[in-house]
């Protein structure tokens, strides 16, 4: 039995929140070892358990004065697993903080702007007409269009469905010009405090937000 043991673990590097990924450590915000005196960014806390004593070093430290090996000791890799959930956390707490201001500010964009009106543009022939006479009907709203097919001679449109198919894509192209292209392959959880749960990317959550708040 080790007369040491690993009883903290910390990565000093900043976390980018859009790539997850750790940045380099600027010089001097590191921890300087106690054993060695060189700048660490991953540290490791050694308690002796004997004197109660405790050592703040690197892991090539750890395994020169401590004897083990960070990566293949139990009690390390569970301190290690558990700052990488804290660490994928806090990214993901970031990156709805993002996705929600942007959905505020779209949704706030759209009601300032206010919404075209939905215009009637007319009927014409449609090309492939299934019956003779066969009309296609056109609304436009701003650069949005949508066109629905007459589908039984003699009327029988459903005016409701298109209109609402119409402010679906105005809306979605508001949405569309204003999320970074980028956000589409970047995940997000919902749930701020469960980086895991119901993970979609940051373009869809957003446009979802936006969607809910024009309810
Ligand atoms: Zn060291």
Known sequence: ????????????RPVDWLSGKR??????????????GAEHAVVYVVEDVESGKTYRVG??????????????????KKL?????????THVN??????????????????????????????DAPFKYAHFPGQLVRTF???????????PSAGGGWHDSQTVELLIHRWISTRIEESIPK????INVSPYSDRPRKNVTN?????????????R
């Open 93 to 122: 707490e970031l990156r709805l903080a993002a996705v929600q201001e942007l959905a505020r500010a779209i949704f706030k964009g759209i009601q300032r702007t206010g919404r075209p009106p939905v215009v009637f543009q007319g």
């Open 140 to 150: 436009t709203m701003g650069d949005a269009e949508a066109t629905e097919l007459q």
């Open 23 to 36: 940045m380099p450590l600027e010089p001097g915000s590191g921890h300087v070892c106690d054993r060695c």
């Open 59 to 76: 892991s090539g430290c750890a395994k020169q004065s401590f004897g083990f090996d960070p990566e293949k000791n139990d009690e390390s």
């Open 202 to 214: 940051m373009a869809n959550e957003c446009s979802r937000l936006v969607r809910n708040l024009l």
């Open 182 to 185: 980028e956000w589409q392959s």
């Open 1 to 12: 039995m080790s007369k040491y043991r690993v009883i903290d673990y910390y990565d000093l």
């Open 80 to 88: 290690i697993k558990s700052a990488k959930e804290e660490a994928a």
